[in-house]
């Protein structure tokens, strides 16, 4: 069974600009979260997509956007992006359709810089 | 504010000896803990878990502990081998939160042959 896929791997980016990720599922999960890794600041929660709907959101401004589609395929996007934008993105899918918290696997990320 | 917390930053062992990693947690909303292995450049990979019904869950070389009345958890492996080297991330979640994972700060292990 393929793992979750992330794309681009890695991204250099303007200020200003904009970017868009994408994470593809292991085949089977509905659930996807995106977090974002920073040496200050570690693993921090974006949101959580689970059947197209956001079900989740952590504490980051409204820059930071996402949708997931019907194959359970998820896009994330940062808008008018900052230095400190500059980060590992990495997804992760989960399985169960029920306990919603159960073990999540992760893709190997999408390094973004922001120069 | 920090509701998980892994206060060894590092911790270097020998080969075939036990590794010890420890993570304390402030938030008693949390039922399901987690351990996670990172290498450079590669997402968390998943190595074991604990409800908070249990105290104890072993999977081969790796055991967890969970001490509720304590809020602290722990990650023995025996016997470490050099490939464990990597940075070990424990991370909680409570059921009204969905998928959400509190991640600590990570402690970097490192096994010497």
């Known amino acids: 069974k393929a793992g979750v896929t992330q794309t681009p791997r890695y991204l250099i980016k303007t200020r200003g600009q904009q970017v868009t990720l994408s994470c593809s599922p292991i085949s089977g999960h509905r659930s996807v979260s995106w977090y974002q890794q920073t040496p200050g600041q570690g693993l921090q929660f974006l949101f959580e997509?689970?059947?197209?709907?956001?079900?989740n959101k952590g504490n980051f401004p409204g820059r930071f956007s996402g949708r997931q589609f019907s194959n359970s395929r998820s896009e994330m996007n940062v808008s008018t992006l900052e230095l400190g934008d500059s980060a590992l993105y990495l997804c992760?899918?989960?399985?169960?359709?029920?306990?919603?918290?159960?073990?999540?696997?992760f893709g190997p990320g999408t390094r973004l810089t922001v120069t | 504010d920090q509701q998980v917390k892994q206060n060894s930053p590092s911790l270097s062992v020998q080969e075939g000896r036990i590794s010890i990693l420890n993570c304390d947690y402030t938030?008693?909303?949390?039922?399901?803990f987690l351990w996670y292995k990172k290498y450079p450049a590669e997402g968390p990979t998943f190595l074991i878990s604990?409800?908070?019904?249990?105290d104890k869950n072993e999977d081969g070389r790796f055991t967890v502990f969970l001490n509720k009345s304590a809020k602290h958890l722990s990650l023995h492996i025996v016997p470490s081998q050099p490939g464990d080297s990597a940075v070990y991330f424990c991370?909680?979640?409570?059921?009204?939160?969905?998928?959400?994972?509190?991640f600590g700060e990570g402690t970097q292990l490192t096994v010497n042959p």
């Open positions: 604990i409800s908070s019904i249990k």
């Open positions: 938030n008693s909303m949390f039922d399901y």
């Open positions: 992760a899918s989960s399985g169960n359709p029920r306990r919603t918290n159960y073990e999540q696997y």
């Open positions: 997509y689970f059947s197209e709907t956001q079900r």
């Open positions: 991370a909680a979640s409570k059921e009204t939160s969905g998928s959400r994972l509190t």
